[in-house]
Structure formats: C-alpha cells, structure tokens
C-alpha cells in the first residue's frame, strides 16, 4: 500500500512538473514580449523595464525557467499589475469561497445521487426506478445557471415580494468564521444548484454499478445463504459498487475547487471561477497563471486521493 501511494505521489509531481512546464511556455516563450503582455497595454515603458528585469527576461531562456521555478517553490506567484497585490494572498481569499462551495454542495449531491441511484437499483422497472430516470434526465439536460437564476427567483425575488426573506440574493458571501448560520444561508441556494445538477450523475453511475454487482455470482449466494437484502446491498455489493462514484467525486470536487464558473458568476461569488473571468477581461496575466496553476493542484492531489482510496477499496488496485 505505502509503495502503492509513493508511485502516485512521484506521478503526481511530475504531472504538475509538466503542467507548470505548459504555463511557462504559454505565458512566457509564446509570447513575442512577455514584460509588455503581463503589463498590460497602458504601462508605460519604464514599467515594462521594471517587469522585465524583475522577472529576469533579459536571461537566457534556460535561466527564465529555472528562476521560474524557484519562485513557484517559494510560493511566489508574483503580484496582479491591476489589484496591486500579491496573487497568493488574491488566491488564500478567493479559495476560501471554492472549499466552501465544493464542501457543502458535495455532501448534498453525494447524498441526494447515492440515494436515488441505490433506491433505483434495488427495484428496478418500478415506479421508483423510472421515478429515478426522470431525475437523471432532468438533472443532466438542466444548464447549471438556468437553475440557479430560477432557484433565485423563485426563493428570493418571488419570496421577498411577499415579504418573506429566508434566502439572500446575488453577491452575498460571509466567511465561515465571521458568521456560521449566515455563511450557510449565503451558500444555500449555490448548494442545491450544483448539487441538483452533479446528483443526477451520481444516480445514474450508482444505479448502473450496483446493477452490475447484484448481478455477480457471490450476490446470488449471499441470498441463497439467507442473508437480508439490505445486508446484502449495503454490506457486499455497495463496496463494490462504490469505486466508479469515488472516481467521480474525486474528479467533481477538484473541479469545484479550482473554480465553479457558472455557479459564482450567477450568485455573484467572490471565488475562483468569478475571479478568472474578471482577471481575464482585465488582461491581468499573474492572476490568471495563479488559478490555472491552483486550479491544477487541485485536479493532481484529488486523482492522488482517490487512487488511495481505490486501492483500499479494492486491494487488487495495488497491483495494477
């Protein structure tokens, strides 16, 4: 097992290794003049000099790299030419509204997804089973920023004209320690739009997987055996069922994580996804190069976490 999670560790590095190779090339060798582009068109030449010399453009090529990597290593993701502050310090704050967005939504679509899919599974052709397609479909066909401006008007627009305010509207955001129960109240309705959407996924991988495990030859001897089919269902074919979902979720949660566009641009929150999009209007590089790079770490570790839980889950995995 250790072997096992060393190997992908190892692979996980040089992932990112070559990730942060692609950026480098992008932001700094595609570019005819690097200093000027991460400048912005209205710096003024003796700027451009300043951004040239402190990011050592004036070196060689392979001497570009090498510094560059040695201020990623330092955590120094330099400083946005437009909000004029470091973008580690940008990216500490704005990550704080992806953890809690990622967190809260994927407890409620891991529930709600596994719920429905298992329910499906265990009668299968019954009403709850086409009850469950129509869930899928729905949830599958339904545009993420569709729902969420529905789920507005209907709980806060609709709501607050009858003088009814359980939910707030767009922009708001308290940080978890400031306020709990408002915190959760902001985040409420950002919650049940991705998990609405990413649930039916879930319904559909869990009620496909266990399907396939109820069919399995040990199934069939459980029940010859005597065993309850709850028993069966929830302490041998689960286990088995659950690996695909795993993938899955690790695969959503990092997605989340390094930055849910959509969702933060309708409910107008201060994360990641919002900021890359106002970083992009405004042309500013740094920023932009941070959450990409943020954004990746995120996708590495979370196939590095969900590999080490395969392989519990599935000893065989170690072996592969």
């Known amino acids: 097992m250790t072997r096992f999670v060393i190997r992908r560790v190892v692979q996980g590095i040089v992932t ?17 003049d690097p200093a000027r582009l991460l400048a912005g068109k209205s710096a003024t030449l003796t700027e451009v000099a300043s951004i040239r010399a402190s990011l050592g453009l004036n070196h060689p090529i392979w001497q570009q790299y090498l510094s560059y990597l040695g201020r990623l290593v330092t955590g120094n993701l330099g400083e946005s030419y437009k909000l004029h502050e470091p973008v580690t310090t940008l990216l500490g704050r704005w990550v704080q509204v992806d953890i809690s967005l990622a967190v809260g939504a994927g407890i409620i679509w891991l529930i709600l997804g596994l719920s429905v899919g298992i329910l499906a599974a265990r009668r299968p052709r ?41 939910f707030p509207g767009a922009g708001n955001y308290t940080p978890l320690l400031t306020d709990p129960a408002q915190w959760a109240r902001d985040l409420i309705l950002p919650w049940l ?31 010859a055996k005597g065993l309850s089919e709850r028993r ?26 390094g930055g849910a566009i959509i969702t ?6 201060p994360g990641l996804g919002e900021n890359v999009v106002s970083a992009i209007g405004r042309e500013d590089l ?5 959450i990409v790079l ?27």
């Not at 990112?16 to 932001?27: A, M, R």
């Not at 302490?235 to 994580?257: M, N, S, W």
């Open 286 to 290: 740094p920023v932009i190069q941070g």
């Open 232 to 257: 069966i269902v929830y302490r041998h074919a689960l286990r088995a069922a659950i690996t695909p979902i795993v993938t899955q979720f690790g695969i959503d949660l990092a997605t989340v994580l």
């Open 193 to 223: 739009t991705l998990a609405l959407i990413t649930a039916a996924t879930y319904a559909r991988l869990s009620r496909s997987s266990l399907l396939e495990v109820l069919g399995e030859d040990y199934i069939r001897t459980a029940r």
């Open 126 to 166: 019954s009403v709850w089973d086409r009850s469950a397609t129509v869930f899928v479909l729905t949830g599958l066909s339904t545009p993420t920023f569709i729902l969420g401006l529905l789920l507005l008007y209907v709980f806060f627009y609709v709501l607050t004209t009858h003088g009814v305010s359980i």
């Open 294 to 320: 943020v954004a990746a770490a995120f996708i590495v570790v979370a196939n590095i976490v969900v590999d080490a839980i395969y392989a519990v889950l599935d000893p065989r995995v170690r072996l592969s």
């Open 16 to 32: 990112l290794w070559v990730i942060v190779s692609l950026v480098f090339i992008l932001f700094f060798m595609a570019n005819p």
């Open 264 to 269: 933060e641009t309708v409910f107008g929150l």
